[in-house]
């Protein structure tokens, strides 16, 4: 399997852009993706490019990917936040609602 990170474009070139994270930064492959700007998250899979990001989409990856480090070191803690939309009954999309037998008086 593999993970997308997103990383922030610090500097672009022809086909590629230097991003990093707090991991570091790196070339990263973006003739996949439209040519992107500085400041612009993109969506890494094994140093190319599959997607521009928009800021709040880059944190919710970036919060998940925290919350796979906290579990995988045992840190059960460190998820306090991080899945805020989990502390409530999941919901089905409108499409799949209608799909469901009405419900009986209680």
Do not use: S, Y
């Not at 500097?11 to 439209?34: F, K, Q």
């Amino acid at each position: 399997m593999c993970i997308g990170i997103p990383l922030r474009v610090l500097e672009c070139a022809p086909g590629r852009a230097l991003c990093g994270d707090e991991n570091g930064v790196r070339w990263i492959d973006t003739r996949l993706v439209e040519p992107p700007a500085p400041g612009d998250w993109l969506l890494v899979f094994l140093d190319a490019a599959r997607e521009i990001l928009d800021a709040g989409r880059a944190a919710r990856i970036r919060e998940a990917l925290r919350a796979l480090q906290a579990v995988q070191a045992g840190d059960p803690a460190a998820l306090a936040g991080l899945f805020a939309d989990l502390d409530r009954e999941p919901q089905l999309p409108p499409h799949l609602q209608a799909q469901l037998p009405p419900k009986e008086p209680t």
